[in-house]
């Protein structure tokens, strides 16, 4: 049975009226030789500015895809999918390319830091991807955004030379330097051992309360729990969209 | 048991890819052929000591090489005499001239064979006797010694059908000089090089009493105390000696402090081609660390493929030596099999050359007898030896590069991204490695193939077809040379008169349409000297022009399709004694006489020595160009100028036929036109104008099919090389991408990110590539000529190709991950 996640949530509207992300009928089929794997089937979802959501359920049951498809890193099947009030049926890749650079920041598990990149030219690299921004303010971002993950002291250095944690931070440094519309985060604690994901996590708070757009893929039950709204995706239907007491009793 | 498992498990993994397997035992199997192929032609033709039972290496003196003829110098005989007496570099000491003798009696049929006049300490210098009779005596040098002859196997096996009483019979030589056969030498002796029989040098070359015209060479064992550059510095010294003593006369002798130089004895018959084969060597070697380098990096690659199961061995406890073993099991079964099928390459190609330098050699027999070609003890070895570097090159340096790399990270997150920035880099090195090594290797055979077939081809300004060629050579005993005396001028005459007489005869016949006599006819022989124009000349000698120089038959130009576009030819007034006429070529004419005033002015040669200072010649015609000498050669010369023949007489010609109907015919008919004329004149190297051009480029050619194969083995290794470095880099990279793309980068600058680190590595490759090629040109170009041309075409083409297929790798392999979802790049394991 299909779960539609907007009814299955009447607190949703309240937390924020413009939707950042809307999916309507969202289907993703993977073809290897002669086998359909449905990875999302029919799945709908909105999610507000200012949200910051969970995404869980048992391994393979299509988070990942999902959160691909949301970061526009991959093109669904069927359905609808809205992104900051733009349609991203039919975009070119080109257009793509630039909703994800401006809109979208990316947290991923494995940092994917770019390891011949300074910490600062790594934070600076989806900047450089934008003709509108002049050197200078390039070089203010960064440092702000260093300065909100707490690693100006590291800037030259390379992420050989970091910590898991510390190139998790910069990680998270790249992802918000652009002022994205929302954050997607793939098990952004995975790689890391949990002084440092406590220090991820805490992060990923802040940035919220500072009215940041986030959406997790976790996991940890504890980590799913710091957001205020968690979908659980089973066999690639979400069935189940909740708003999280905890988090709303912390946030009171 | 367990290595036995290993074992088991490496030809499991190498069965169950089949297409990997045969192409890397085929890259291995060429390279390693190439170089044993090389190494073994270098080694007999080239690098290895000639040595008898003493094991003492035999040497070389004689004079510099005459770079501006391409010509061996011998040296002045007194002059070894007095190395050989005043100074203690040496040990023995045995002199030797190269010549021609004809045998056969008078009037029947005269058999040419390669004589060489020696010193009768050769045999005892060899240490190798006669199998019958006797070698030579020191009395048999002295002045009214009887005629003797030692001849070898072949000769009384081929001309003598082995008779058993041949030793004390007497035969003509070179017309009707008695000579008596004193001795038999055993079977594939042919020492100093090429010799079908020997005679004794008379006493004069021996024991000179002073300076004279007698020129020999010399082959030499040095003390046991005294090495090759020890004897080069007595040498250097020795010359300055002579250079002081020499009156003017003599002065011309030691060039700049040049003269008696030593060589081993194989690069002394190599020296025009040594440059050529120290490139060869050079190119066979990159050749072979491209081979390594495209094994390496698939193998390199594989491990990479395998790098998560190695992360997996590992963490269950298998030492790491035992991991290495596992790894390397893989390059020894390639390396092993491809060694095998290189050694049957290079036997195949060993055969095939020799097969071709006997060809080459099968006219005029000038073969040295060391160049017979086979893979011996030391080329076994140096496979074995390439085989175990190979081994560590391409297995055990990936293998321990793998070793090196993050496996915690490895096995935590199970990507490529984990991959050390080690493997990033060593990937750089490799993909600048085989773009220097694939510029230099196509980028020389390439000018080799060019300059070849150009050579081959060109347009040496004569007619070809219908002609054929031969030397004559006539017996002195019949056609004396007395020179510095009364009869010389009649002497000439008579000699001319031969030629004349031999050219009537054949245009007598109806195959024949006509007949020149030239001393190197065009597209052979080729030198430069020289020449002042009257009134112009220049400060020092060798700033005024300079020329070939040919003596030439009078009357006969056409013969070659030659003619005569300013004056005259020569003619009756141009054979009276004193006569200075001289004929020169259009490109001197346009070149030096722009106005149109080269007949009648006067030329003469210049040189150091000013010599014949008062020799005037007056230019009395114009002949259209011709090309002496291949177009390869340094001495080849575009401005000829040539000398009457009649006034001259010289007693060793070449004739070019005119002739129409079957070319055996016209053989038949040359045979038989001398023997009517006089059949006591020799006549050897009997073949097609064709034959005849192609003849001093047969060697490069051979050379150049070599560099062809390695061409075409380097085309294949840099494409598929090239290929597999650059797309196994943007393989590396690949998560790199699907980030970048993550982060909005728009798809033309990741492909202009990638297009710009190849073109840094093009710009590496190719200007360290074009660089090493310089300076391989530059060891050949002292004995070779290279077009602009073909320079063009091999400099600018060449890394043009690999500029194309750097690109297209990098491009291809960018797009198709490009063409994918990001999602893909970014979990890409």
Redesign the interface.
């Known amino acids: 049975m299909s779960i539609d996640a907007t009814s299955t949530n009447p607190n949703a509207e309240k937390v924020n009226d413009l939707p950042i992300v809307q999916l309507i009928g969202i289907n993703k089929v993977f073809y290897a030789d002669d086998l359909e794997t449905h990875a999302l089937n029919d799945v709908n979802l909105q999610i507000t500015k200012g949200e910051y959501i969970s995404i869980t359920g048992p391994s393979g049951c299509g988070k990942s895809t999902l959160l ?1 498809l949301l ?1 526009l ?3 669904a099947t069927g359905g609808e999918y809205t992104l900051a009030g733009h349609n991203t049926h039919g975009l070119s ?2 257009e793509r ?6 809109e ?1 920041g ?1 947290v ?3 940092f ?1 830091l ?3 990149l300074s910490v600062a030219e790594n934070i600076e ?2 900047l450089t ?2 003709n509108d921004i002049s050197k200078a303010l390039r070089q203010s971002m960064v440092e702000d955004a260093l300065q909100k993950v707490d690693m100006q002291h590291r800037a030259n250095h390379y992420p ?1 030379q970091l910590s898991g944690g510390q190139q998790q931070r910069v990680a998270v440094a ?1 992802a918000i330097a652009g002022n994205p519309s929302l954050i997607l985060a793939d098990e952004p604690t995975g ?1 890391l051992d949990s002084k440092n994901a406590a220090v991820v996590m805490s992060l990923l708070d802040q940035l919220h309360q500072q009215g940041a757009t986030i959406c997790m893929v976790t996991h940890d039950p504890k980590s799913a729990l710091r957001a205020q709204r968690t979908i659980e995706i089973f066999d690639g239907k979400i069935v189940v969209d909740q708003i999280n007491e905890v988090t709303q009793a912390i946030a009171v | 048991m367990s290595v036995a498992i290993d074992i088991k498990y490496a030809a499991r993994l190498l069965a169950k890819k089949p297409r990997f397997t045969a192409l890397t035992i085929l890259i291995v199997a060429i390279g390693l052929g190439l170089t044993l192929y090389t190494y073994s032609l270098l080694n007999q033709l080239l690098f290895s000591d000639i040595k008898f039972a003493d094991n003492k290496p035999v040497y070389i003196i004689e004079g510099t090489y005459d770079k501006t003829h391409l010509e061996r110098r011998e040296a002045n005989a007194i002059d070894l005499y007095n190395l050989k007496n005043d100074t203690s570099i040496i040990d023995e000491l045995g002199l030797y001239v190269e010549g021609t003798t004809f045998v056969g009696e008078p009037g029947g049929t005269l058999r040419k064979f390669n004589a060489s006049y020696v010193s009768s300490n050769l045999f005892s210098f060899t240490g190798i006797k006669p199998m019958l009779g006797r070698s030579l005596l020191p009395s048999d040098h002295e002045d009214g010694a009887e005629e003797v002859l030692v001849i070898g196997y072949d000769m009384w096996q081929g001309y003598f059908n082995g008779e058993q009483d041949i030793v004390g019979k007497t035969v003509s030589i070179d017309g009707d000089d008695p000579a008596k056969i004193v001795g038999i030498m055993p079977q594939g002796f042919a020492f100093p090089a090429i010799a079908d029989m020997w005679q004794p040098l008379d006493e004069e070359a021996i024991a000179p009493t002073k300076r004279n015209r007698r020129w020999v060479s010399s082959f030499v064992k040095l003390k046991d105390s005294i090495s090759l550059n020890e004897a080069r510095s007595v040498l250097k010294t020795t010359n300055l000696s002579i250079a002081n003593s020499l009156d003017d006369n003599w002065r011309w002798l030691v060039d700049d402090g040049e003269y008696l130089t030593i060589e081993p004895m194989k690069k002394a018959h190599l020296l025009q081609y040594h440059g050529m084969f120290i490139a060869l060597m050079f190119v066979v070697i990159l050749i072979l660390a491209l081979a390594c380098i495209n094994v390496g990096n698939l193998l390199l690659s594989r491990v990479n493929e395998r790098i998560k199961e190695v992360a997996v061995r590992i963490a269950l406890g298998v030492p790491q030596q035992r991991l290495i073993l596992q790894m390397l099991l893989e390059s020894i079964f390639i390396c092993s099999i491809g060694g095998i099928l290189g050694l049957l390459l290079a036997g195949y190609g060993l055969d095939i050359t020799n097969s071709v330098l006997r060809d080459i050699f099968k006219i005029d027999g000038y073969m040295p007898y060391w160049w017979s070609l086979a893979i011996d003890g030391s080329g076994i070895a140096l496979l074995v030896a390439t085989v175990i570097l190979m081994i560590v090159v391409t297995g055990l340096i990936p293998a321990t590069q793998s070793l090196r790399s993050d496996f915690n990270a490895l096995l ?2 199970g ?1 490529r ?1 984990a991959l050390s ?1 080690r493997a ?1 880099r060593t990937t750089k090195v490799l993909v600048v490695s085989e773009i220097i090594l694939s510029c230099v290797v196509l980028i020389m055979a390439s000018i080799i193939l060019i300059s070849t077939y150009s050579a081959s081809n060109a347009d040496y300004g004569v007619e070809t077809e219908n002609r054929l060629t031969a030397t004559l050579q006539l017996p002195p005993s019949e056609f004396e040379i007395r020179s510095d005396t009364e009869f010389e001028y009649e002497d000439r005459l008579r000699r001319s008169a031969f030629y004349y007489a031999l050219k009537d005869e054949l245009t007598r016949r109806d195959n024949i349409e006509n007949a020149i006599f030239m001393t190197q006819l065009p597209g052979t022989g080729g030198g430069t000297s020289y020449f002042e124009i009257e009134g112009r000349a220049a400060e020092v000698f060798d700033e005024n022009p300079y020329s070939n120089n040919e003596g030439i038959s009078h009357g006969e130009l056409n013969t070659l399709g030659m003619r005569v576009v300013d004056g005259r030819d020569f003619n009756f007034q141009d054979a009276e004694d004193g006569a200075r006429s001289i004929l020169v070529n259009e490109s001197i004419a346009r070149d030096f006489f722009p106005e149109g005033d080269a007949v009648g002015s006067r030329v003469r040669r210049a040189s150091q020595a000013q010599e014949n200072t008062n020799d005037w010649f007056t230019i009395v015609g114009v002949v259209s160009d011709t090309f002496h000498g291949s177009l390869m050669d340094i001495s080849s010369a575009q401005y000829n100028t040539y000398h009457s023949m009649d006034n001259w007489g010289p007693w060793r010609m070449q004739i070019a036929l005119h002739y129409v109907g079957h070319e055996q015919l016209a053989r038949n008919t040359l045979i038989d036109a001398i023997n009517t004329v006089n059949s006591n004149v020799g006549m050897y190297n009997l073949q097609s104008y064709n034959e005849l051009i192609k003849k001093p480029t047969l060697l490069i050619a051979s050379v150049s099919k070599i560099f062809l194969i390695c061409g075409i083995v380097a085309a294949f290794l840099a494409a598929s090389g090239i290929y597999a470095v650059a797309a196994n880099s943007v393989q590396q990279r690949t ?2 991408i ?10 033309n ?1 990741i492909v202009r990110m990638f297009i710009v680190q190849a073109s840094w590595q093009l710009i590496v490759g190719v200007c360290a590539g074009i660089g090493i090629s310089l300076w391989l040109i530059s060891l050949m170009s002292s004995t070779m000529v290279f077009s602009l041309n073909t320079l063009i075409v091999a400099m600018v083409g060449m890394p043009l190709i690999i500029v194309f297929m750097v690109l297209l790798a990098t491009l291809v392999p960018t797009k198709r991950v490009i063409e994918k ?4 790049a ?1 979990h890409y394991n």
């Open positions: 691909s970061g890193l991959d093109t890749r080109e390319a630039a909703i994800r650079n401006k979208i990316f991923f598990q494995a994917n770019i390891s011949d690299l989806p991807y934008r050989s790249r790689n | 935590r997150d990507t991204g920035k990033a998560q790199e699907g980030v970048r793309r993550a982060l909005g980068a728009p798809d600058l979802e990001p999602a893909y970014l």
